[in-house]
């Protein structure tokens, strides 16, 4: 049998829901949106193809997890926004199904609004539904907009990551034995954007800078570190064991110069948060933390792979567009947790952001520096993706923790009143700017 894909009654968001040029000022919502709960399922390696264990159920998990750390009831809740799949792609082979209502893929590799309104018990006052799909980045940003527009008060943002064995991204021209069109040329190795152009990029970014692979060893590894200290992160759960220096030189090339442990892992996880009005807020169970501001960006390459030139040109402006419009500088940032699946470019955010005064050019010597949680520069205290699995969500669990003052052995010894969180790709994606006070 074949399950029917994801057919959502849900719409995703429109253009307009997200900044994506700039000169458009200050957020015109900024401080009068907080996020204030958090819930995380538990991490798994892959789908071990139960009920118990699909992205649904833990969907619902993180959902309930959520209402139970911010203090409200399911009723209370009048907005829900999804991103859609678990990675934004079909899911490859056809396989059985279980018995109904598990007749599509809905609930098992992807959660729509409207299958969480209908499964988590008590979301009984829900008006608006909505979807950001591609990441958790998309979904932020959107709910973000709907609270501050007044399209709902309180909302649930969710988005369940899942990793089928042997299926993960097999769809869709990597599935296939032949390439045709632009995929000719695009997709030697699989997935377009990856392996290939990173690596490029990477090659590009050190003959111009003077660098090399070996330097992002202490990055890598401070990684893995925090990402220990993410009590819901995969690798706490279930691999807490050092990464060291020699690990990570050590490991074997995927396609040089991007080894092994310069991707993430693809695990089985899902997260909620609950965004709601400033003035809700300040009567939930969390001390709020404030959205200043958010951005999006969606580079266009002029040829079959982004240049170094690109992709410096399209980090710079994203950055531009959050700082903005939250009315803030480089200087004014805390806490920075960018994205980090492909450990190859995250020297781009790192540069475009100018947290800590680095410039152009400049990652790869910060990087020497002390980077670790307790230290004078405590980059990606979240451990991100490197260090708790691919699910592009730590940095927000991470940024609003800190910002609460509860991120265990995590917390920052720096000052912690703003955090900025976003990815994925250089080539695209959503930004937002946190904030302890809304002024």
Not at 7 to 25: C, D, H, I, Q, S
Not at 188 to 208: D, H, M, R, S, T
Not at 278 to 301: C, F, S, W
Not at 368 to 379: A, F, R, T, Y
Request: a negative charge; one cysteine or more; proline letters at 7%.
């Amino acid at each position: 049998m074949t399950l029917r894909p994801l057919n959502p009654n849900t719409k995703n968001a429109p253009a307009e829901m997200y900044r994506a040029v700039e000169g458009l000022g200050v957020w015109e919502h900024r401080g009068k949106v907080a996020a204030v709960g958090i819930g995380h399922s538990p991490a798994d390696r892959r789908w071990d193809g139960t009920i118990e264990k699909s992205l649904g159920a833990y969907a619902i998990i993180a959902a309930n997890k959520c209402l139970e750390d911010a203090g409200v009831t399911a009723g209370q809740i009048d907005g829900v926004v999804t991103v859609p799949n678990g990675m934004g792609d079909p899911w490859g082979p056809d396989r059985p199904y279980f018995e109904a209502p598990y007749d599509t893929e809905d609930g098992l590799s992807g959660v729509t609004a409207d299958w969480l309104v209908n499964n988590v018990p008590g979301l009984d006052n829900v008006q608006f539904k909505m979807h950001g799909p591609g990441c958790m980045a998309n979904a932020m940003n959107v709910a973000a907009q709907a609270v501050g527009d007044g399209l709902a008060h309180t909302v649930l943002v969710v988005r369940a990551t899942g990793n089928m064995p042997g299926r993960y991204h097999q769809s869709g021209t990597p599935s296939g034995d032949l390439t045709s069109g632009p995929a000719t040329w695009e997709a030697l190795w699989g997935w377009p954007g990856g392996i290939p152009q990173f690596g490029a990029g990477f090659v590009e970014y050190c003959n111009k800078y003077g660098s090399n692979h070996d330097r992002l060893a202490p990055f890598v590894v401070n990684l893995r570190t925090n990402g220990l200290l993410m009590p819901e992160g995969y690798y706490a759960q279930n691999r807490a064991e050092p990464f060291t220096v020699d690990d990570y030189l050590n490991s074997r090339w995927i396609s040089k110069p991007m080894s092994m442990n310069d991707c993430d892992m693809p695990i089985q996880n899902a997260v909620c948060y609950l965004l709601t009005t400033a003035e809700r807020a300040k009567d939930m169970k969390q001390k709020p933390v404030y959205i200043l501001g958010h951005a999006t960006h969606n580079g266009k390459a002029r040829s079959v792979y982004q240049t170094l030139e690109e992709t410096e040109e399209w980090t710079s402006s994203v950055a531009n567009k959050l700082y903005e419009a939250s009315g803030l500088s480089p200087a004014d940032v805390d806490v920075f947790n960018a994205y980090d699946g492909f450990t190859l470019f995250t020297q781009y955010y790192l540069e475009a952001f100018q947290w800590h005064g680095v410039k152009r050019g400049e990652a790869h010597d910060f990087y020497q520096e002390d980077l670790s949680v307790k230290g004078p520069h405590p980059l990606l205290p979240s451990g991100g993706n490197n260090g708790s699995g691919r699910t592009r969500y730590w940095h927000y669990t991470d940024c609003i923790q800190q910002l609460q003052g509860r991120a265990g052995p995590r917390q920052v010894n720096i000052k912690a009143e703003t955090a900025v969180a976003g990815g994925p790709l250089p080539a695209g994606g959503n930004w937002m700017m946190f904030g302890t006070s809304p002024d």
